[in-house]
C-alpha cells in the first residue's frame, strides 16, 4: 500500500468533494477533547487518574424519574412481557410521518415546556434523526449550496457540521461581546448582515439558540421581538433552535419564538423551530429531533426527506406512552429544574473558591467559564496553550472558546449534568490543585 499522503491525492480523484474536504468541522478542540477522554477515561475504581468528560452537554441528573417510570409502565416497551401483544404491529413497516400518538405527545410536551404559554400543532411536528438531522432537514429546505446564515457567536462547534457540511451553506458569526455578556444587539446582527451584502453573499436566514450554548442563558423578550422584526423586514428565515427549552432552572423564564408570534402581524412562513429530546430529558442516544415550522412548503418538504432519518417506531411507542403521562411529566420538568439548579450552584461556587468567575445564566446544562486571567498573553495561541495544559496535566475535558467560534479568548465551556456527585467534586478537588 502506498503512503497516506499518496493515498489522499488518489481519493481526491477517486472520490466525491464532500468525501474528501475538510468542512466536517472535526478538526477542532471540541472534538480532539472527546478523543482525549476516550483514550484516557475516568473510573473512580479503574482509572481514578483518567480524564473527566466535562464537554459533553448531557443531562443525566434525574434518570432515576426515567428509570422508575419504566419499570411502573412496562407496556410501553414491546421488548417485555406485558407489551408484546403490540410487537407485531410496532415492527411491521409505519407510515414515514411518524405515529399520530407520538407526534401529538410531542406537541403536547412542546406545550408544557413552554408553561403552557403556547400550542403546537401535531401535524407540524416532522421527526429527524436528532436535533442534528432536525437542523440539517431545515437547511436543506430553506437554503441552496453558497447561501448563508447569520449565527450570534460564540455558537455550537457541532453546527459546522450540522448546517454546513452537507448543505453547502456558509455560516457568517454575529459578533457578541462579554462587555455587555454576549447579548445579541441588533446593531451587531445588522453589521453582519450588511457585511455578507458587500461581499456578495445571499444570506437566506438567522440562527438563534435559545437557551443559549455555550452561554447557558436565555433570549427576553425584547430581543426576540427585535431580531423578528429585522428578518422579517429583511425577508429571511429565522430558525430557532429550542432544544434547551426545559433545562432553565432559574429566572427569567423561557420565551419561545412561536410565542412571539402569536397575534402578532409578521410573515409566520419565514418562522421555524427545532426542538429535541436529547438535552430536556436526557435521550440523546434515541436520537428524536424535531422540525416544526409556519411554514407549509417547508413542512412538506422537511416530511419528505425524514425517510432518510427517521426516529424508530419502537423508540416512538415507548414516548408517546412517557410523555402522555401528565403527572409523570410534570413531576420530572420540575424536579429536573430543581437539580440543575442545585448542581450549578454547587458547581459555580465551587469555582468562586478558587477565584473562577463564570457568565451569569440561567439555563443549560453547562457554565460559560472565564479564564482570561490565566493566560500568558491574549492571543488564540495562549487559549489552546492553556487547552491543552487543562486537558494533559488537570485532565479535565473542557472546551475552549475558538471552538465555539468566540470573538474573544479565554473563555470555555465547562459542562456539569453529565457526572455523578462524587466525579463534580473530584473535578473541583484537581481545580484546586492547580
Not at 84 to 97: K, M
Not at 284 to 309: E, H, L, T
Not at 322 to 351: C, N, Q, W
Request: with cysteine; net charge negative.
Amino acid at each position: 500500500m502506498g503512503s497516506v499522503e499518496a493515498s489522499g491525492n488518489y481519493n481526491s480523484v477517486l472520490l466525491s468533494k464532500l468525501a474528501t474536504n475538510e468542512q466536517h468541522g472535526e478538526n477542532s478542540p471540541y472534538f480532539d477533547g472527546w478523543k482525549a477522554y476516550d483514550n484516557d477515561p475516568f473510573h473512580l475504581v479503574n482509572n481514578p487518574n483518567g480524564v473527566i468528560q466535562m464537554g459533553l452537554a448531557e443531562n443525566q441528573l434525574s434518570f432515576d424519574l426515567i428509570e422508575e417510570w419504566i419499570k411502573r409502565n412496562p407496556k410501553a416497551s414491546i421488548c417485555t412481557t406485558e407489551g408484546i401483544e403490540s410487537f407485531r404491529n410496532i415492527a411491521n413497516f409505519q407510515d414515514y410521518h411518524g405515529l399520530p400518538e407520538f407526534r401529538s405527545a410531542i406537541a403536547k410536551f412542546m406545550e408544557k415546556t413552554r408553561k403552557g404559554r403556547v400550542m403546537f400543532d401535531p401535524e407540524r411536528v416532522v421527526m429527524a434523526g436528532g436535533a442534528t438531522g432536525a437542523n440539517e432537514t431545515l437547511i436543506f429546505c430553506l437554503a441552496d449550496p453558497g447561501d448563508a446564515f447569520l449565527v450570534p457567536s460564540p455558537y455550537y462547534p457541532g453546527f459546522n457540521r450540522d448546517l454546513r457540511w452537507r448543505t453547502g451553506v456558509q455560516l457568517l458569526p454575529i459578533s457578541c461581546k462579554s462587555s455587555n455578556n454576549f447579548k445579541i444587539t441588533i446593531e451587531a446582527v445588522n453589521e453582519a448582515y450588511q457585511k455578507a451584502k458587500q461581499a456578495n453573499i445571499k444570506v437566506k436566514g438567522l440562527i438563534l439558540t435559545n437557551p443559549s450554548n455555550p452561554l447557558g442563558t436565555t433570549l427576553d423578550r425584547d430581543t426576540l421581538k427585535n431580531i423578528l422584526s429585522f428578518t422579517n423586514e429583511h425577508n429571511i428565515h429565522l430558525v430557532c433552535d429550542e432544544i434547551y427549552a426545559a433545562t432553565v432552572f432559574d429566572a427569567p423564564q423561557f420565551v419561545s419564538i412561536a410565542e412571539i408570534i402569536t397575534n402578532r402581524d409578521v410573515n409566520k412562513d419565514l418562522v421555524h423551530i427545532v426542538y429535541s429530546l436529547s438535552k430536556d430529558i436526557g435521550f440523546p442516544g434515541f436520537r428524536v429531533g424535531i422540525v416544526y415550522s409556519f411554514n407549509d412548503d417547508v413542512v412538506n418538504c422537511a416530511r419528505k426527506m425524514s425517510s432518510f432519518g427517521l426516529v424508530s417506531t419502537q423508540t416512538q411507542h415507548l414516548l408517546a406512552a412517557m410523555l402522555s403521562d401528565d403527572d409523570f411529566v410534570e413531576k420530572f420538568l420540575i424536579e429536573s429544574a430543581k437539580r440543575l439548579k442545585r448542581r450549578h450552584e454547587k458547581f459555580t461556587s465551587g469555582l468562586e473558591e478558587v477565584g473562577i468567575k463564570c457568565l451569569k445564566s440561567n439555563a443549560g446544562l453547562f457554565c460559560w467559564m472565564d479564564l482570561r486571567p490565566l493566560l500568558k498573553e491574549p492571543k488564540l495561541d495562549a487559549e489552546v496553550s492553556l487547552w491543552k495544559l487543562i486537558i494533559n496535566d488537570v485532565k479535565l475535558n473542557v472546551s475552549p472558546g475558538s471552538s465555539f467560534n468566540c470573538p474573544e479568548v479565554g473563555w470555555f465551556r465547562v459542562c456539569f449534568a453529565n457526572i455523578d456527585d462524587q466525579t463534580v467534586e473530584i473535578a473541583l478537588a484537581r481545580i484546586r490543585m492547580c
